[in-house]
């Protein structure tokens, strides 16, 4: 392979880059999930009621945070189903423009918005911006090396991390007490980095159309250009990080026979089920706590650090968020084989029904122990998502692995809306149940 002059080690700026997408882009959704509560009672004036002294009845909303949720992945999954048939035909700086713009709508929407269902709305253009920033660059990382990916999940998990504290630290009454509509408007500086993110510090392949807003024939992705699916994978740039291409077209022909010759959809779909059915479970079992479950725990205050049932919820969150950070940000160090993905879906499982028998009876002694298992259960989620995806790009050929990521990368959006579903359901009947 050529490498280019000024030798050295190369430089980490795509995996930068990678980073910062993958926590911006998942930074909104963390967010909604996080101000769950704050969205169904929708308090201008961020009341939060202190912690109780002894835990004898259940408090309850007649809505559960499930239904949040739902407004927050049910947008993503619809694109993610849909996106593969045409998205290939727009180039990923129009996407890019796309996501960011609906993210920057979804705050202001949630900061001004006085009624639940104004919010909800806000929370659904957050879900779209997700669902397409996920699909399409997952989908660009095909054009760089395998470590971007690392880099991608260790970035949605410092999303969770990051989003879920800044969250909780803003609008704890005990540290920052900003209400949760100004702590909308502080978010609007998420959409700014997004941007910069993609813009200035991403290296662009010559793969990848480049989209030009005074060329309007650029705006679509043309049969002449020729995808990074088609180009050989062994042309990596190892200096640059970058998919090399070759400056004669007589691949060109090939490309289109090799075309001709795919298999059918459905048989492309088949052999990715051994990764997305593990990943579907985990992610059912864990939103299934998360939105159905935690918000039903609560400690009194000589049990639970003195704090409210909302600030032990937000902290929750926080918790879960850190162990998924943890297991995402050190796949380059561990790597679990794809034989054994699926022991840590039923991990989860267990997770779930400890979480549920806990719910219902609540014996757990102090919230420190719900904190641990909770951080135990991130660790599940998060190592789940990182080996899958690490998986598929180095067991898929390259000629498929950009279909394959986008139709695996739909796996944790499918676990997550059936565990909305559930959620609600078993929130009420628990609800409905003496202490």
């Not at 709508?105 to 269902?117: E, K, P, Q, R, Y």
């Not at 059918?264 to 299934?288: C, D, G, H, Q």
């Not at 929750?316 to 084989?337: A, C, D, E, K, M």
């Not at 898929?396 to 499918?414: H, L, Q, Y």
Request: include cysteine.
């Amino acid at each position: 392979m050529d490498v280019a002059s000024g030798g050295g080690r190369r430089p980490p700026r795509n995996s930068v880059a990678f980073w910062l997408l993958g926590l911006c882009n998942n930074f909104a959704y963390v967010v909604m999930l996080s101000a769950a509560k704050d969205i169904l009672e929708k308090d201008a004036k961020h009341i939060e009621k202190p912690c109780r002294e002894h835990v004898t009845t259940r408090e309850c909303q007649m809505m559960s945070t499930g239904s949040v949720l739902l407004a927050d992945i049910i947008p993503a999954l619809l694109i993610k189903i849909t996106a593969p048939m045409f998205i290939h035909r727009v180039p990923f700086g129009i996407r890019h423009s796309i996501v960011v713009l609906l993210q920057a709508s979804s705050f202001l929407i949630v900061g001004i918005s006085d009624s639940t269902a104004l919010a909800l709305f806000g929370v659904v253009l957050a879900s779209f911006g997700s669902g397409l920033g996920e699909i399409s660059y997952l989908a660009l990382s095909s054009n760089y090396p395998s470590t971007v990916v690392a880099s991608w999940s260790s970035g949605t998990g410092g999303a969770g991390l990051i989003g879920a504290s800044a969250y909780a630290l803003l609008t704890d009454s005990k540290l920052l007490a900003i209400s949760p509509k100004h702590t909308m408007f502080i978010m609007l500086t998420l959409p700014a980095l997004f941007s910069v993110s993609y813009w200035s510090i991403l290296k662009i392949p010559h793969s990848v159309q480049r989209a030009h807003f005074l060329q309007p024939s650029t705006w679509l992705v043309t049969g002449d250009f020729i995808p990074a699916d088609d180009m050989r994978r062994e042309e990596v740039e190892e200096e640059e990080g970058l998919l090399g291409i070759r400056e004669d077209r007589e691949n060109s022909v090939d490309v289109t026979s090799r075309r001709r010759q795919t298999s059918t959809t459905l048989e492309r779909v088949l052999p990715l089920l051994k990764f997305m059915i593990p990943l579907i479970s985990v992610y059912l079992a864990e939103y299934y706590i998360n939105q159905g479950l935690l918000e039903l725990l609560e400690f009194d205050c000589s049990h639970g650090f003195s704090m409210s049932s909302e600030s032990q919820y937000r902290w929750f969150q926080v918790t879960y968020q850190l162990g998924v950070f943890i297991s995402r940000s050190s796949s380059n160090y561990v790597t679990i084989p794809t034989q054994y993905l699926k022991s840590l879906a039923v991990l989860q499982i267990f997770n779930a029904g400890f979480f549920t028998i806990t719910a219902i009876y609540s014996f757990l002694p102090h919230i420190l122990i719900a904190f641990l298992v909770i951080l135990f259960e991130g660790l599940l989620g998060g190592a789940s998502y990182v080996n899958t995806f690490r998986a598929v790009h180095k067991e898929i050929p390259a000629d498929s692995r950009e279909f394959s990521m986008g139709v695996v990368s739909i796996s944790d959006t499918i676990g997550i809306v059936f565990a909305g579903f559930l959620a609600m359901p078993v929130h009420n009947r628990i609800c409905s149940m003496p202490m």
